[in-house]
């Protein structure tokens, strides 16, 4: 692989997305080539610099709670899910299937 292919694929390749045999390739080509191996040592320390300076926050259970239910709803009505049924404590799924008397016409 050349440099360019290499350098779009570092980022992958430093968090551990790749997969095994292409992770491979890119180790031992930045062992072999000193531009990547520099750009390799540079994202590593912009990423130690950014989790110095950004402070990680966690959601709190009623943020995510809140925002889980405002998704659903969203999804139900923008992709016409089939809406939640409140059944005795628990959840289940309608689906909007015709039932084979109705699709056939016959009672």
């Not at 005795?88 to 109705?102: A, C, E, K």
């Amino acid at each position: 692989m050349r440099c360019e292919e290499i350098r779009l694929l570092l980022n992958a390749h430093m968090d551990g997305e790749l997969e095994a045999e292409l992770s491979h390739i890119v180790a031992r080509h930045v062992l072999r080539c000193t531009g990547c191996a520099h750009e390799v040592q540079s994202l590593q320390q912009t990423k130690s610099l950014l989790r110095e300076c950004i402070s990680q926050e966690h959601a709190t259970d009623p943020f995510v709670l809140r925002t889980t239910m405002r998704l659903r709803e969203s999804m139900v009505h923008h992709l016409r899910l089939p809406q939640p049924l409140q059944q005795s404590g628990y959840r289940q799924w309608t689906l909007p299937f015709n039932r084979d008397d109705q699709a056939t016409g016959t009672d």
